[in-house]
């Protein structure tokens, strides 16, 4: 079992910056994978960036440029630093790791973000 933390959410300017963490326990030493999804009101969740285990990275096209993920293996924790902000950025944020018994992976309890104009 894996349990994930998010937390650096809050309200934030039109230009400012966030930067959110994920923090992993329990059975830390099988995640393959962690990612950033979002779900804004009315919309389906959507993938924001991953990283994987051997460290390459995926953004998606609205928030390349802007947005950079990273991991810090000794603490088992994810961050998604998060620039250049725009009110469509606003939605709930959930941290996700993916597992080698658990493939279909694990979610936190999502942290808002809301961007204002």
């Known amino acids: 079992q894996v349990q994930l933390v998010e937390s650096g959410g809050g309200l934030v300017q039109a230009g400012g910056s966030l930067r959110l963490s994920c923090a992993a326990s329990?059975?830390?030493?099988?995640?393959?994978?962690m990612g950033w999804y979002r779900q804004a009101p009315g919309k389906q969740r959507e993938l924001v960036a991953t990283?994987?285990?051997?460290?390459?990275?995926n953004y998606a096209d609205s928030v390349k440029g802007r947005f950079t993920i990273s991991r810090d293996n000794a603490k088992n924790t994810a961050y998604l630093q998060m620039n250049s902000l725009k009110p469509e950025d606003t939605a709930v944020y959930y941290c996700?790791?993916?597992?080698?018994?658990?493939?279909?992976?694990?979610w936190g309890q999502g942290t808002q973000v809301t961007v204002s104009s």
């Open positions: 996700y790791a993916a597992t080698l018994q658990r493939p279909g992976g694990y």
């Open positions: 990283i994987r285990a051997g460290g390459s990275t």
């Open positions: 329990g059975s830390t030493f099988s995640i393959t994978a």
